[in-house]
Each structure stands twice: as C-alpha cells, then as structure tokens.
T-cell receptor
Framework: TQLLEQSPQFLSIQEGENLTVYCNSSSVFSSLQWYRQEPGEGPVLLVTVVTGGEVKKLKRLTFQFGDARKDSSLHITAAQPGDTGLYLCAGEETGGFKTIFGAGTRLFVKA | DTGVSQDPRHKITKRGQNVTFRCDPISEHNRLYWYRQTLGQGPEFLTYFQNEAQLEKSRLLSDRFSAERPKGSFSTLEIQRTEQGDSAMYLC??????????????FGAGTRLSVL
C-alpha cells in the first residue's frame, strides 16, 4: 500500500510569513493533487501536478512535483489569515485505480 | 455543472439505528468514491464505483456498511446498527476516468454523522 506523509502536521504562523508544506512517499504517483479543506466542508481542489519537476503557481501558492514523482511541496508566500485551513495532498496510484491521501497539514495564520 | 452534492449535511442518530446518505456526483463523471474522515485526519478510502459497478471496498467497510449506485448516477451509503465509532464526516467524490481524463476527484461538502 502506498503511503503519503505530510509535514509538518500543524503550523501556526503570523500573517506575512512564508511557509512550506511537504508531501513525501517512497512510491511513484501518476499525478498528485493538493486540496484545502475548511472545518465542516469537503476538500477543495487547488492544483494537480502530473509531470516530474513540474511547478505550478496559484497567486501566492507555488506547487512543485518532485523529479521522480514521489514527493511534492506547497509554498505559500506572505500568508494571510484566509489561508488558514487543512492542506491535503493526494497521490493517484499508477494505473488510476485509487487515490491515497496524506493526513494533512493544519495551517493557522494569525492576524 | 453544480458540483458534487451530498445529503444530508448533518445526521444525528442513536446507537443501533440505521442511516442512509446520498451523493449526487458531477454529471458525466463515471467514477464515484466514498471516504470517511475523522477529526485531524485525511480522508480514508471506503469504496468506489465505476458507473454502476462497485470495483473496490476497503477493509474499513464492515458488513454493516453497504453502498450502491444502481443507475450509475447517484449513490447511497447505508450504515446499519450504527455504533459510536461510526461518528465521522462521510465524503463523496466523483471523477471522470478514461481517455484523456486525469481522474481528478472533486468532493462534496460531506455528511457529518454523530452517533449518540
């Protein structure tokens, strides 16, 4: 069974700080998704990365897929209180059978 | 495209009762997934359908749990003889699989179950 480990599990920072969240596995994924989830709601898709080494930007968020497609990172520049939430990475097993979720990084941005 | 819809959003029940949740996927999505999520954890896979066929069930899905997708559109998840340990958020997701599609899953808002 493929596993996805996210770190850190919890992050509390001041508004304006930068942060990076990591998602690691020993297995190769055909694609990887990042989601953001707010309390009481379902995960909302932020981005999908498919190609090894791929970098995608979404305003202040930068996503990178590792060259070997085993790991990914999410970097947030100048965090804002509205970025508060649970960030989940999810890797699609090769063959497109199942998606594996990490346990998430809970981010709290203080004003 | 109205997104994935789940009903009800919240369900409170007494231990031993049966509950049923419904999920309406994004139209034309051929895959539908059910997950369970407890506080502080990521979603745990329960089962998925491709069209009307249930192709995989997790070991988490005990005999008290059953899911159906009779016409390949909406799906129901039933829990019989609920236990307090069943209290969780139940999430549904759908995706389009096959051809050029990347099988990206889109989630509903979830049904929060509380078993008293």
């Amino acid at each position: 069974t493929q596993l996805l480990e996210q770190s850190p599990q919890f992050l509390s920072i001041q508004e304006g700080e930068n942060l990076t969240v990591y998602c690691n596995s020993s297995s190769v994924f055909s694609s990887l998704q990042w989601y953001r989830q707010e309390p009481g709601e379902g995960p909302v898709l932020l981005v999908t990365v498919v190609t090894g080494g791929e970098v995608k930007k979404l305003k202040r968020l930068t996503f990178q897929f590792g060259d070997a497609r085993k790991d990914s990172s999410l970097h947030i520049t100048a965090a804002q209180p509205g970025d508060t939430g649970l960030y989940l990475c999810a890797g699609e097993e090769t063959g497109g059978f199942k998606t594996i979720f990490g346990a998430g990084t809970r981010l709290f941005v203080k004003a | 495209d109205t997104g994935v819809s789940q009903d009800p959003r919240h369900k409170i029940t007494k231990r031993g009762q049966n509950v049923t949740f419904r999920c309406d996927p994004i139209s034309e999505h051929n895959r539908l997934y059910w997950y369970r999520q407890t506080l502080g954890q990521g979603p745990e896979f329960l089962t998925y359908f491709q069209n009307e066929a249930q192709l995989e069930k997790s070991r988490l899905l005990s005999d008290r749990f059953s899911a159906e997708r009779p016409k390949g559109s909406f799906s129901t998840l039933e829990i019989q003889r609920t236990e307090q340990g069943d209290s969780a958020m139940y999430l549904c997701a759908s995706s389009r699989w096959g051809g050029e599609a990347k099988n990206i899953q889109y989630f509903g808002a979830g049904t929060r179950l509380s078993v008293l």
